[in-house]
T-cell receptor, first 109, second 115 residues
Framework: AQRVTQPEKLLSVFKGAPVELKCNYSYSGSPELFWYVQYSRQRLQLLLRHISRESIKGFTADLNKGETSFHLKKPFAQEEDSAMYYCALKETGANNLFFGTGTRLTVIP | GAVVSQHPSWVICKSGTSVKIECRSLDFQATTMFWYRQFPKQSLMLMATSNEGSKATYEQGVEKDKFLINHASLTLSTLTVTSAHPEDSSFYIC???????????FGPGTRLTVT
């Protein structure tokens, strides 16, 4: 069963527009959720994690246990935000991450 | 910051041969390293989890005899694809987890092409 679902493979927004990348998960316990980003020709890197409740590069993500979602949001998209974004889940006591299929974000100048 | 390197970055080999990919944590010790496989336009699929000094734990469907993983030190893990076939062609990515902290740091990946 797919533990992490990212329904959008591709998402395009204009510069300055708000952006939301969707992530839903399937897990009955208390999950740890992460967003990873992969810029062109670069390695995968951690963007943010839900337990930190931080804003990185203007991005935020709130864990909604009722909707089992962890959507990534930014109020004003920038061109440099264009990248591949992966949502990932870590189950309680597990050693590894389960990744969604990723969303490619393109910010149009 | 924590850096993970992989070598080689790309490799072409003939069907039936074996190829070894190295994953190194350059500036930190990693008790756990992970090996992923990524097909074009698809997500990362975990192949195995490797703990230093012990046998790797393979995910369901991953042949342990075909994908040999060795984690001999706190800074090095290797993945050997034995008797490679064209269907093994893929992008292989490793990640390393700092001791006592969770965050995984990813290597740049190795593109394997089997002809």
């Amino acid at each position: 069963a797919q533990r992490v679902t990212q329904p959008e493979k591709l998402l395009s927004v204009f510069k300055g527009a708000p952006v939301e990348l969707k992530c839903n998960y399937s897990y009955s316990g208390s999950p740890e959720l992460f967003w990873y980003v992969q810029y062109s020709r670069q390695r995968l890197q951690l963007l943010l994690r839900h337990i930190s409740r931080e804003s990185i590069k203007g991005f935020t993500a709130d864990l909604n246990k009722g909707e089992t979602s962890f959507h990534l949001k930014k109020p004003f998209a920038q061109e440099e935000d264009s990248a591949m974004y992966y949502c990932a889940l870590k189950e309680t006591g597990a050693n590894n991450l389960f990744f969604g299929t990723g969303t490619r974000l393109t910010v149009i100048p | 910051g924590a850096v993970v390197s992989q070598h080689p970055s790309w490799v072409i080999c003939k069907s039936g041969t074996s190829v070894k990919i190295e994953c190194r944590s350059l500036d930190f010790q990693a008790t756990t390293m992970f090996w992923y496989r990524q097909f074009p336009k698809q997500s990362l699929m975990l192949m195995a989890t490797s703990n230093e000094g012990s046998k790797a734990t393979y995910e369901q469907g991953v042949e342990k005899d075909k994908f040999l993983i060795n984690h001999a030190s706190l800074t090095l893990s290797t993945l050997t694809v034995t008797s490679a076939h064209p269907e093994d062609s893929s992008f292989y990515i490793c990640s390393a987890r700092r001791t006592l902290l969770y965050e995984q740091y990813f290597g740049p990946g190795t593109r394997l092409t089997v002809t």
